[in-house]
């Protein structure tokens, strides 16, 4: 295993969002002090516009600083706001009874993000390496239950960090996607179909490429990555002060091609087709290769951490059929029903699994 920095969470501002309706957890007590619950935002510029105007720039620029520290809150408050989320988000570890009495009779479908969720954030996106553990947690979950890696990277790369043939992969956010043929029931077998709806984006991704690396040259620790069908500029290393200059860089080349989409993740601009595609998307997908499209009997757990992932818990939800799990160690507006603090626990949560599983053979 290689030495590398593992780096902190990102903290947001603060918003107001309503009590999570739970649709698979078992009621909860509302928290305390009411049904509303002021939380630190955190990563919650999905979206930022790509049109003209020094007003967007702005923008950008309160959203990227929103993924840095920039406000304490005092010791109550913050003790308020953990525990009231925590009311509406249980750990997945402490609720684990509940979560396999839910499966009962049901096939557990698992779908994991990577970055964030089985590796730790670190500062070089290109070390981002998984413990030879969590790869052994993983590859024993997919030997139980058909298991999918959902992920921002382009999926020759997530593929290489995670080595594990008998999974399924969708990189670019799911715009790439390697997975069963559609309609069979099958599991683990080598029957995998590529989808990619977002093909024709190809030439344009890749001019766009070579136009940021070109552009943001200049601006010190930036790194733009690319993911295929999605681009991604870091400015985690970049000092603050920069921000500003390496947003205007990303929005010059990006006013050229209303095509394309900037979204936001951790520490990073994500730039993808304007496509209705997403990792939920993506999920549906690969549940409906999987033959469960109109199942009963599927029980789908998305694990992620990051805005992108809400996309996947949101359609959970609204299936009304499974659950996310957001890995987090701070509150954030969520669609996820459960949360764990960091990838260790996400490695403890599928060992558990597989004991539990183990037990019932
Ligand atoms: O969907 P994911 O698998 O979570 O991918 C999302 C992005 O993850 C990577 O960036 C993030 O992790 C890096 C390594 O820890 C970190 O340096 C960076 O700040 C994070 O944003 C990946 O490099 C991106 O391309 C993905 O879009």
Redesign the pocket.
């Known amino acids: 295993m290689t030495n590398q920095t593992v780096v902190g969470f990102d903290t947001k501002s603060t918003i107001e969002v309503a009590v999570s309706n739970l649709s698979v957890v078992p009621p909860l007590p509302p928290p305390p002090g009411g049904r509303r619950v002021t939380i630190p935002r955190k990563n919650f510029f999905s979206k930022l516009e790509t049109g003209g105007g020094g007003a967007k720039i702005h923008a950008w620029v309160d959203s990227m600083r929103a993924s840095s520290p920039t406000r304490k809150s005092s010791e109550t408050e913050e003790d308020h706001i953990k525990n009231s989320w925590i009311l509406q988000h249980p750990s997945a570890l402490d609720m684990f009874e509940q979560i396999v009495n839910l499966s009962k009779g049901k096939q557990i479908v698992m779908f994991l993000?990577?970055?964030?969720?089985l590796?730790?954030?670190?500062?070089?996106?290109d070390r981002?390496f998984m413990t030879n553990e969590m790869r052994q947690a993983v590859r024993d979950v997919a030997k139980y239950f058909p298991t999918a890696i959902i992920?921002?990277?382009c999926r020759a790369k997530?593929y290489n960090f995670v080595r594990l043939s008998q999974l399924y992969y969708a990189g670019s956010?799911g715009m790439d996607i390697k997975g069963p043929s559609k309609g069979c029931k099958c599991r683990n077998d080598n029957q995998v179909v590529p989808f990619q709806p977002a093909r024709e984006f190809l030439p344009m991704i890749d001019k766009v490429y070579k136009a940021l690396l070109e552009k943001t040259k200049s601006t010190p620790g930036a790194k733009v990555?690319n993911?295929k069908f999605c681009i991604?500029v870091?400015y985690?290393c970049v000092d603050e002060t920069s921000w500003t200059t390496l947003a205007e860089q990303v929005k010059s080349v990006l006013n050229e091609y209303p095509k394309l989409k900037l979204n936001q993740?951790?520490?990073?601009l994500?730039i993808r087709p304007i496509i209705k595609w997403d990792k939920g998307k993506a999920l549906e997908y690969l549940l409906e290769s999987l033959g469960y499209a109109n199942s009963d009997n599927v029980l789908p757990v998305y694990i992620?951490?990051?805005r992108?992932d809400e996309d996947a818990f949101k359609v959970l939800r609204d299936r009304g059929q499974g659950f996310g799990i957001l890995v987090t160690k701070a509150p954030k507006e969520t669609n996820a029903s459960y949360s764990l603090q960091e990838p260790s626990e996400v490695m403890h949560f599928l060992r558990r699994l597989v004991e539990w599983k183990q037990s019932l053979l």
Request: aromatic letters at 4%; a negative charge.
């Open positions: 993000d990577y970055d964030g969720t590796s730790p954030i670190v500062e070089d996106p981002a992920s921002g990277r997530v956010h990555e993911n991604s870091h985690r993740g951790r520490k990073v994500e992620g951490d990051d992108t």
